[in-house]
């Protein structure tokens, strides 16, 4: 998802939280599993 992509998900779920992992595409899991994970573990905390 590109630049304000999640906007509209934000509008209707207004807790909703986004994370951008720079330089990593659609299989972010494959471009960069550690920000993902981070990412994760941040969310369930």
């Given at each position: 998802m590109r630049?304000?992509?999640a906007d509209?998900?934000?509008a209707r779920?207004?807790?909703t939280r986004i994370a951008?992992?720079?330089g990593a595409g659609h299989d972010?899991?494959?471009d960069?599993?550690?920000a993902l994970y981070g990412?994760?573990?941040a969310f369930l905390g």
């Open positions: 630049g304000d992509g509209p998900m934000r779920r207004p807790a951008v992992v720079p972010v899991h494959l960069d599993a550690a990412e994760m573990a």
